[in-house]
Structure formats: C-alpha cells, structure tokens
C-alpha cells in the first residue's frame, strides 16, 4: 500500500519577497514564528537549532540556500525515536507576486516510513504545518 509521501502548502503573503525571506532564515525570524528561540548557520550543511518553551527541540540541517527564492532543510521525522536517521525534506520557494509574495512549502520523505509510524508522522506534520505557517504570516503582520 503506498502511502502519501508529499505535505504542500502555496500562500498567498501580503509582504515583500526580502521580508519572508528573513522570516524563514534569521534567528530573529524562526525564533519567533517557528520556535521560541532559534540559532542558524545560513549555509548549504549548516544548522538551525529550534527550542521551544515546553522543551522541545529541533535541529535542521540546511539543504539549499538560493537567497530570495528557495530555502529547505532536512529534519527529524515527527513520532520517531531521537537519534532514528530517517529525516524528510522541507523546501520554501519565493516568487514575487502583485500584492507580495507567493510562498510555496514542500514536505517530503514520508513514504519511507513503516505503516505503524506513517500516519502519526505525516497527520501531526499536516497539522502542524497549517498551524505554523499561520504562525508565520502573524509575525510578518506583526502580531507575535
């Protein structure tokens, strides 16, 4: 049985381009809207290191760095043991538009996991993904 591999996300951002892009890829930023504090090493290999109040963590390891246009990571895979090196591919992609910028958000790698781990895995992303881009359209409007 295959199961869906792929979480995606295209936004609509009243914002300029350079604003969501310091958003995604700033202490600043992912310490506000994706974290409650974060440290990042912008940089192909890289990290970001996200910790939030209730103690969880999270450390990204930077894929690709295209500045303005395209920033991915690869990290842990939400329900797994820590330490388990299955990780998926998040990928963010900037395009201009009329009224700021079109934000696309790619998720992959969950068809590599077994049925028992799949779906906890891919339906708290899904969920978490909605509510953290909310979160990241908040802060660019100023409301975190």
Same mark, same amino acid.
């Given at each position: 049985?295959?199961?869906?591999?792929?979480?995606?996300?295209?936004?609509?951002?009243?914002?300029?381009?350079?604003?969501?892009?310091?958003?995604?890829?700033?202490?600043?930023?992912?310490?506000?809207?994706?974290?409650?504090?974060?440290?990042?090493?912008?940089?192909?290999?890289?990290?970001?290191k996200l %910790?939030?109040? =209730? @103690?969880? $963590?999270?450390?990204? +390891?930077i894929e690709?760095? *295209?500045?303005?246009?395209?920033?991915?990571?690869?990290?842990?895979?939400y329900g797994?043991?820590?330490?388990?090196?299955?990780?998926?591919?998040?990928?963010?992609?900037?395009?201009?538009?009329?009224?700021?910028?079109?934000?696309?958000?790619?998720?992959?790698?969950?068809?590599?996991?077994?049925?028992?781990?799949?779906? %906890?895995?891919? =339906? @708290?992303? $899904?969920?978490?993904? +909605?509510?953290?881009?909310? *979160?990241?359209?908040?802060?660019?409007?100023?409301?975190?």
């Open positions: 049985m295959a199961f869906p591999d792929r979480i995606e996300r295209t936004l609509e951002i009243a914002h300029p381009v350079s604003k969501v892009w310091a958003a995604l890829t700033t202490a600043e930023g992912l310490g506000t809207w994706f974290g409650n504090t974060a440290e990042v090493d912008l940089r192909v290999g890289g990290q970001a %910790t939030w109040s =209730s @103690g969880d $963590t999270a450390t990204l +390891t690709r760095v *295209e500045p303005t246009t395209v920033f991915a990571y690869t990290w842990p895979i797994l043991p820590e330490g388990d090196p299955r990780r998926t591919y998040v990928e963010f992609t900037l395009v201009p538009s009329a009224t700021g910028t079109t934000l696309t958000m790619v998720e992959t790698g969950f068809a590599q996991m077994p049925e028992a781990d799949h779906k %906890t895995a891919f =339906s @708290g992303n $899904t969920e978490g993904w +909605t509510n953290e881009l909310g *979160e990241l359209v908040a802060y660019l409007d100023g409301k975190l």
